[in-house]
């Protein structure tokens, strides 16, 4: 049984645009799984399917065995969604988001309180449960959706870009949430704009572009299809001009500063072995971008050039 | 699944919404219904005398009553409703595993509650300004809670379909308080010429305020088995596009 089973799922808006082309899906139980795609590439859209907020166009949507059609109700008791917008209601009290929230899942008033409290606490916000939550800030506004999304312990979280909008520390804290929340049994589905999240936490990934999924596969695998590493060098003394070394293509940024494109077969010890040669010294190395990043361009970059007529 | 849980829950969230504004939605009819009873029941009803048998005080509050709570069950499930979708609370419900008869049956609740609620205030500030009997309280009641339910389902549907905050005050500024103020809640519609005698006919609160008057004191321009058919049908022919509306996501689903 998948945790998440999706076949021939299409979407056309009113307005005649073709959201999703017939995407087939499927993720394991337990899995930690990265949807990824650029804007308006069709994801939100799977994934208000998934949630019930959008109706399919066609297919077949099947959460832990339950098809979302014809066993609406079990189907939608499997899954917790956290979305990319806040959007609960802000004039309540936090404990009374995440108490209503059981009671549309038919959660008994006193489970209800007990998992508020769990889940709450999970979340470190306990000390906040009587706070209006308009008053809260950004970073404890994503967890409350987070909180309210596990209340009712849902087998699939799906967290629509979690961590959007907030600094740096929450978003690490909010990381460490999330892998103990998938450690504890809950299948994730994961989508973000920052891949580095994604490849720090997902094992398994999907990219959709165009509503069309173009990769789908494990998270090294993946990273092991990376021909070209890019890097960034500080620089000891000034260039003129960027070196001409075989192989490497290289690109000065400032006087102190060069980009290269390292590949695979290369290495890195050639590379300082033919600056050694040149006089260059190299104080400090660092990945130009993530290297999720620099695939998830490649492909996107491939695909839109391959659309083009 | 419990579904009852979740019916408790909306209906509950839903009280405690319009209790907690109470300042807003329970003074002013007090206030608003008040001032009614003084000018029009006691200083210029007092010189108008008796109408169908009743003094003017008698005649008018039964509809004053219930233009109360045609206005409060309507104006809760709309505002409610619409800011709902608005903020995309909305969707709080629509992940969950709630059926469209628990959401409509928890919103419209909600409702009738405030239309009561508020038909019970301004039922006590009558009874300040003039001794209130009522002849058939199985009439008086079912008519009310009828009227209640009639109008909160108009509310919902209106909120489902409504895309701005002007859309929500539309209908109520300009249909609801004019068919009220012309639905015989302070006149009998056998004092009007013939051709607006027949005008009337076509306006659906003058069947419910009379009804809910013939509970009162016994008097009513229009049959009451009528009345009853009428409401009865409007509920059903409203639950049906409510839940219609719902199923296909119209203003609630991308």
């Known amino acids: 049984m ?27 139980v337990g899995d930690f799984f990265a949807l990824l795609g650029p804007n308006g590439a069709g994801k939100s859209t799977a994934i208000g399917i998934i949630s019930s907020l959008v109706n399919a166009s066609a297919g077949s949507v099947s ?14 008791t499997c899954i917790g969604l956290v979305p990319q917008e806040i959007n609960f209601n802000q004039f309540d009290t936090v404990k009374n988001i995440l108490i209503n929230q059981a009671g ?12 508020t409290e769990l889940c709450l606490k999970q979340m470190d916000l306990w000390e906040k449960r009587d706070t209006v939550s308009r008053r809260l800030s950004g970073g404890m506004k994503r967890r409350v959706m987070i909180a309210r999304a596990m209340v009712h312990a849902p087998k699939l979280l799906i967290l629509d ?5 907030v600094d740096i520390e929450i978003r690490r804290a909010m990381w460490k949430m999330m892998e103990a929340v ?13 891949l580095e999240e994604a490849e720090s936490l997902c094992r398994n990934i999907a990219i959709i572009d165009q509503g069309k999924i173009v990769e789908n596969s494990d998270m090294s695998s993946l990273l092991a299809k990376l021909q070209v590493d890019h890097f960034v060098m500080d620089l000891a003394q000034p260039l003129a001009a960027a070196p001409q070394i075989d192989g490497f293509k290289m690109e000065l940024l400032t006087d102190k500063s060069l980009a290269v494109a390292v590949p695979k077969q290369s290495g890195l010890n050639q590379l300082f ?36 007529p | 699944m419990n579904h009852r849980i979740a019916f408790k829950t909306i209906v509950i969230k839903e009280i405690f919404r319009f209790v907690r504004i109470w300042p807003q939605t329970l003074l002013p009819p007090a206030i608003t219904t008040a001032l009614y009873f003084l000018i029009f029941g006691k200083l210029i009803g007092d010189r108008i005398g008796m109408v169908n048998g009743a003094t003017y005080m008698d005649y008018i509050v039964p509809g004053v009553i219930l233009m109360s709570v045609i206005s409060h069950a309507y104006a809760n499930v709309v505002s409610s409703f619409y800011s709902t979708k608005f903020q995309h609370n909305i969707e709080e419900l629509l992940v969950a595993p709630v059926p469209n008869w628990v959401i409509l049956g928890g919103y419209v609740t909600g409702g009738i509650v405030r239309g009561l609620l508020v038909g019970l205030v301004v039922g006590l500030i009558a009874q300040i300004f003039d001794d209130i009997a009522i002849q058939n309280w199985w009439i008086t009641l079912s008519v009310a809670f009828l009227t209640a339910t009639l109008f909160a389902l108009a509310g919902f549907i209106n909120a489902v379909l409504a895309e701005s905050f002007d859309d929500i005050s539309i209908i109520p500024n300009f249909v609801l308080t004019p068919l009220s103020y012309l639905g015989g809640v302070f006149y009998s519609v056998t004092m009007l010429p013939p051709i607006w005698q027949t005008i009337s006919i076509g306006n659906p609160i003058l069947y419910l305020v009379n009804a809910f008057r013939y509970g009162f004191i016994g008097i009513s321009d229009v049959d009451i ?3 009853y058919t009428m409401i009865g049908s409007s509920i059903v022919i409203m639950t049906l596009i ?9 203003g609630i689903k991308n």
């Open chain 1, 2 to 28: 998948k945790a998440l089973s999706i076949r021939n799922l299409r979407k056309t808006y009113n307005n005649g645009f073709e959201a999703l082309k017939g995407i087939d899906l499927d993720v394991e």
């Open chain 1, 182 to 194: 998938n450690q504890q049994g809950t299948t994730i589905i994961l989508t973000t704009h920052y």
């Open chain 1, 161 to 165: 870009e979690p961590t959007a909008g």
């Open chain 1, 104 to 115: 549309y899942y038919g959660l008994p008033r006193k489970l209800a309180l007990q998992r």
């Open chain 1, 273 to 308: 072995s033919e600056l050694t040669q040149r006089n260059i010294q190299v104080i400090s190395l660092k990945n130009k971008t993530n290297r999720l990043e620099q695939l998830f361009m490649d492909l996107v970059d491939a695909k839109t050039a391959g659309s083009q």
């Open chain 1, 63 to 76: 959460i832990f065995g339950h098809d979302l059609h014809s066993d609406r109700t079990q189907a939608k």
């Open chain 2, 225 to 227: 088995g009528l009345a």
């Open chain 2, 242 to 250: 409510s839940l219609y509306l719902l199923h296909k996501g119209t």
